[in-house]
């Protein structure tokens, strides 16, 4: 199993070798290692691979390491890339040449590739630049190497104990116990390291992440405003749309005996949802309750356990049967997305829905225009979804429902309607696109299932109820 420490180690020559003794006397194995400077004079992020009883004593040697600050001296920072076989203890020959010239480790940053070797690049400070080409010559030798520019101005913020400090205020905004602080200063790493490498600065990144911890913490309470609306259909059932501030849409609907929602927003606002639903509807829950979800984003799913039943295809089935197990969810197994993903999880207190309020939804075949596939229709008296799948170009599986005989189709994030957003969702919808680099996984076929969307509905004017933003109204010629 891997298992990442977020440790400290002291500034001063020598630290990370030490460090990297523990891990290799251990039989253990780096498969990534994050370190700056510039972000944080003490932090060390290392994923390490091995066996639980191993792990453990890792823990606890790195800890006994020490927090101590050294002294700043005057010298130059050299960018070197190391390529390295990806095996227990490669990195130690070159971190002992290393120390031998007294060359201190200003950043690294390591990341394995599915490859046999992994590429380190180690920002080496050096006061004796004469020095430097002697330790070329001789590193060369242990492995085949580069020397990047490297521009230091870039990756300046501040020499403190910074990740600790950044994960403390949020965790005291937000109420978050000392796992979650922990996780939330691993995954943050990881956003700062993955847009570092894109030449993205670090004090950038952790302003959108203390942005996104604001914008949620900002709209509880009396400050959830949301944006309401009502829309008639030709059989006589009013359909709600809900628009909270942040978190997807909620559009809910009576059929009679029961209440059934489309998507259900963030868990955070767990209090708030309620009360809103409670003021429109008096007797919500007293009512049997169901839910579809057009994808499975922690965005859309945070109040899942709001209904009796939740209406799933197979990929977001086998998604919330991996997330109960402990395992990643669809978004997570893309390395891009993980970190924030997982910042989502923990800023607004997501957890699963239990598997037991699951319902598949009725395959059903038909044609589709490509990208979309259909693969079933949702029943739902007066009302007959047809339900297509994406290729998951926003995400895998995605969902639009199309009620043809109302005009109304339900496309979750396959269509947004940017233009109808709120000041306070355009605010928060900046944030992801930039921590995630893209909200889509794959932003070329989102475009085209985008585009393809008007052939999917066909001719005439339809309500468009998107994962954000107000209804639109759309007259396909």
Not at 8 to 26: C, N, Q, S, Y
Request: charged fraction near 25%.
């Amino acid at each position: 199993m891997k298992k990442t420490f977020a440790t400290t180690m002291p500034d001063e020559v020598g630290a990370f070798l030490a460090a990297d003794r523990v891990i290799t006397a251990l039989g253990l194995n780096i498969t990534r290692v994050s370190y700056n400077k510039a972000v944080d004079t003490h932090m060390l992020f290392l994923e390490v691979e091995g066996d639980d009883f191993r792990l453990d004593l890792a823990q606890k040697q790195l800890e006994a390491l020490g927090y101590l600050q050294g002294n700043a001296q005057a010298g130059s920072v050299f960018l070197v890339e190391f390529q390295l076989p990806d095996r227990p203890g490669s990195l130690f020959p070159v971190l002992e040449l290393i120390h031998q010239y007294d060359f201190n480790i200003s950043y690294i940053s390591s990341q394995e590739n599915g490859t046999p070797h992994q590429y380190f690049k180690m920002g080496l400070f050096v006061e004796d630049e004469q020095k430097l080409s002697h330790f070329i010559h001789e590193a060369a030798l242990i492995c085949p190497l580069r020397v990047i520019d490297y521009d230091r101005r870039e990756k300046v913020l501040d020499n403190t104990v910074f990740y600790l400090n950044f994960a403390n205020e949020i965790t005291q905004k937000m109420g978050l116990d000392e796992e979650s602080k922990n996780a939330l200063i691993i995954s943050s790493n990881q956003v700062m390291q993955m847009l570092d490498e894109r030449d993205g600065a670090p004090a950038k990144t952790f302003d959108y992440i203390a942005k996104f911890a604001d914008h949620i913490q900002s709209c509880k309470g009396e400050h959830f405003r949301v944006r309401t609306s009502f829309h008639d259909t030709k059989c006589g059932v009013k359909i709600c749309a809900i628009e909270p501030p942040c978190g997807s849409n909620i559009t809910v609907f009576c059929l009679g005996d029961k209440y059934i929602l489309c998507d259900s927003g963030f868990a955070c606002y767990r209090k708030e949802t309620m009360q809103v639903l409670e003021n429109l509807f008096p007797d919500f829950f007293q009512k049997p309750r169901e839910v579809f979800i057009t994808h499975a984003d922690v965005d859309h799913c945070g109040l899942l356990d709001f209904a009796d039943v939740v209406h799933v295809n197979a990929t977001c089935y086998e998604n919330f049967e991996n997330e109960n197990a402990g395992e990643n969810a669809i978004r997570e197994e893309n390395p891009i997305h993980a970190p924030y993903v997982r910042i989502s999880k923990i800023l607004s207190d997501y957890k699963p829905p239990k598997m037991e309020s699951l319902r598949l939804i009725p395959e059903a075949s038909g044609d589709a225009p490509a990208p979309f596939t259909r693969i079933g229709t949702l029943e739902l008296a007066p009302f007959c979804f047809e339900v297509y799948q994406g290729k998951g170009g926003h995400v895998k599986g995605e969902m639009v429902y199309v009620e043809r005989s109302e005009h109304i189709a339900f496309t979750g994030d396959i269509f947004v309607n940017v233009r109808g957003f709120t000041e306070e969702q355009a605010a928060f919808n900046l944030l992801a696109p930039y921590l995630m680099t893209s909200v889509d996984t794959a932003p070329d076929t989102a475009k085209l299932q985008r585009k393809a969307l008007s052939a999917l509905l066909g001719k005439g004017t339809w309500r468009i109820f998107s994962g954000h933003g107000s209804v639109a109204e759309v007259t396909n010629e």
